[in-house]
């Protein structure tokens, strides 16, 4: 397999394991995303797409390489607002200092009550669950930022040729 190769794969399978743990650790373990964590979810689901496209086009004069990249910096943004939320439950970056709850537009203020009172209220200042000292925001920000910088380090070696 060349590095090409293991760099789309990576580009495809980091992203979709972050998102499957994220969803199986709020579907299953029942930790409710704060309005960071949803921030953090969204490029990843931009990375997969980018990166089932370099699939698509690996027969190309780029091989797709340039959709390896955009993949990675999707992932890479993740971890950069990883990193953020992190500093934010330790304390060293401000949160949100406002309501992040949503709400339908053209809702009674009647629904507008129900739909926040029935919704978990979570805080990105606080932390759900933690491994070794790092949060899941934490996690996210190691995985996602060592991946990228992996993927794009994978993309940009050039095959060996013998003489």
Not at 25 to 37: A, K, N, R, T, V
Request: hydrophobic share 50%; with cysteine.
């Amino acid at each position: 397999m060349t590095s090409l190769q293991k760099a789309r794969w990576l580009a495809l399978l980091v992203p979709s394991a972050l998102l499957a743990g994220a969803y199986g650790s709020q579907l299953i373990g029942g930790l409710y995303p704060c309005e960071m964590c949803w921030w953090q979810r969204y490029p990843h689901f931009a990375a997969i797409p980018l990166a089932l496209t370099a699939f698509l086009l690996r027969r190309g004069p780029d091989k797709g390489r340039s959709f390896v990249w955009l993949a990675a910096l999707a992932i890479l943004v993740s971890g950069g607002i990883g990193v953020y939320h992190a500093g934010v439950e330790w304390g060293i970056f401000e949160g949100l200092t406002t309501c992040s709850a949503g709400g339908q537009a053209g809702a009674s203020n009647a629904d507008l009550l129900a739909d926040i009172m029935a919704t978990p209220l979570v805080r990105c200042d606080e932390v759900q669950w933690s491994f070794l000292g790092l949060s899941l925001a934490g996690w996210n920000a190691l995985i996602s930022i060592g991946a990228a910088l992996v993927i794009l380090w994978l993309s940009l070696k050039r095959p060996k040729t013998f003489a």
